[in-house]
């Protein structure tokens, strides 16, 4: 799991910062919930680190909580990638690679979004 500091100081993973992020928000599990379109059960998924929200739901979940994917996913409030470069890095045939990423350290994410950005700007120019 990722791990970054939270406003206290204390370590969140994933999930915890999912929770933290609605519990901030003063909004109920299964308001959250219903305004993403999702099964209150399926977010607690989330918040609990079992499921993975895919593209569409976390761009939902940072519109709702109003805070970048980037916060979402590795809690670097100073990164801004695209919703594009993240809609690719989420697709089910390249999400492995996300899953790999639970585990790594946050400078290695942000590694590899500067390596993908890299990558996409390369390719404009072709």
């Known amino acids: 799991m990722v791990l970054v500091k939270k406003e206290v100081g204390l370590l969140m993973d994933f999930g915890d910062r999912l929770k933290w992020l609605r519990e901030k928000s003063g909004l109920t599990q299964k308001f959250a919930a219903e ?9 607690s998924s989330y918040e609990s680190a079992k499921r993975q929200p895919d593209f569409t ?20 409030e100073n990164s801004n990638s695209s919703d594009e470069m993240w809609q690719e890095f989420l697709n089910p045939k ?29 390719d404009k120019s072709k």
Do not use: M, S
Not at 105 to 121: A, D, G, Q, T, Y
């Open 57 to 76: 739901t976390l761009k939902k979940l940072a519109d709702l909580y109003e805070v970048t994917i980037d916060y979402i996913i590795t809690g670097n």
């Open 94 to 122: 390249t999400q492995i690679f996300f899953k790999d990423l639970q585990n790594a350290p946050e400078e290695k994410i942000e590694e590899l979004i500067r390596f993908w950005e890299f990558i996409k700007e390369r």
């Open 35 to 43: 305004k993403i379109g999702v099964k209150n059960n399926t977010l």
